[in-house]
Each structure stands twice: as structure tokens, then as C-alpha cells.
């Protein structure tokens, strides 16, 4: 059945963290580490070779999904899905001279797009480019030695 929204919808955000690139993507391929830098997440470990498994809270309600994820550390590049492939993801991190930039682009096709369609009718900030956001800030902090973990603004 089609989505009543008009699939897919894209993301794309980047940070210019100021450390080595293969530090950088060092510490976001370690998927344990998801939490440090994206707070919804309470808990990301490997459950496969390519599989991977998140807990995220929100609003009191936990909540677990499965996925896949490739790792190309030669490209510095992670790939990820969810089942059942509503959405995906990926995030590179490159060398531009003395300081790194990482990218993150996230798809989401199908009904995952509700949340958008929301904002976009309310004119409230979008709950997904707030999250992002927050999660490049976390990591640039982090990397930095600036601090730790910051959470998505409130709307």
C-alpha cells in the first residue's frame, strides 16, 4: 500500500569537526558509542556482522529495532537500513585540509514520513533536522574534548 505522503524525504547535515578524520570516523563506526552522541538512544550493540540492534526511550516508552550496517573504513563511510526499510542512512567523513567534515544523510520513504508531514502542516521545527543537529553538535563536542552529549532543542 502507498504512503498518503509523498515519499521519500531526505536529510542531509554536516559538522566541520576539528580532529583527524580516521579519529573521527574511529569513534562513530564503534556503534556502542551511539549513545554519547545521540540521546534518544540508550543502548546499540552488534548483533551480527551486519546487523545491528538500538534501544531508544521517548516519552517514558523504550523501544527496540534491528537493522543492518556496513562499515568501509577505507572510505570512511557507515551505511545503515531499518527493518522492514522504511528508512536508511549514511555518514562519511572526510579530510579537508586541517579538520574533518562529517556528513549525514538520512532517507525515509513510506509512512516513516509522518513526522515531517506533521511540522510541515504545524510549521513547528521538524523533530528530525533538530536530532540531527544536536547529534553532529554532540560529536563535535566530544571529539573536540568541548563537552559531551547535547539534546535536540525543544519545539
Known amino acids: 500500500m502507498?504512503?498518503?505522503?509523498a515519499p521519500p524525504h531526505e536529510y542531509e547535515h554536516s559538522r566541520r569537526i576539528d580532529a583527524l578524520p580516521d579519529a573521527v570516523y574511529a569513534y562513530v563506526a564503534?556503534?556502542?558509542?551511539?549513545p554519547t552522541y545521540m540521546t534518544a538512544i540508550q543502548h546499540a550493540?552488534?548483533?551480527?556482522?551486519?546487523?545491528?540492534?538500538?534501544?531508544t526511550s521517548s516519552n517514558?516508552?523504550?523501544h527496540q529495532a534491528d537493522g543492518t550496517i556496513r562499515s568501509d573504513p577505507e572510505r570512511r563511510r557507515l551505511e545503515w537500513g531499518s527493518d522492514p526499510g522504511d528508512y536508511?542512512?549514511?555518514?562519511?567523513?572526510?579530510?579537508?585540509?586541517?579538520?574533518?567534515?562529517?556528513?549525514?544523510?538520512?532517507?525515509?520513504t513510506s509512512s516513516s514520513n509522518y513526522p515531517q508531514e506533521i511540522n510541515a502542516a504545524t510549521k513547528e521545527p521538524d523533530p528530525i533536522d533538530r536530532a540531527l543537529e544536536a547529534a553532529l553538535d554532540s560529536m563535535k563536542n566530544i571529539l573536540e574534548g568541548e563537552g559531551g552529549a547535547r539534546t535536540p532543542a525543544p519545539e
Open 30 to 34: 564503534d556503534i556502542t558509542r551511539l
Open 2 to 5: 502507498q504512503s498518503p505522503y
Open 60 to 62: 517514558g516508552t523504550t
Open 45 to 55: 550493540e552488534m548483533i551480527d556482522d551486519d546487523r545491528v540492534r538500538i534501544e
Open 88 to 108: 536508511r542512512g549514511t555518514l562519511v567523513v572526510s579530510d579537508e585540509e586541517d579538520h574533518s567534515r562529517v556528513i549525514v544523510r538520512l532517507i525515509f
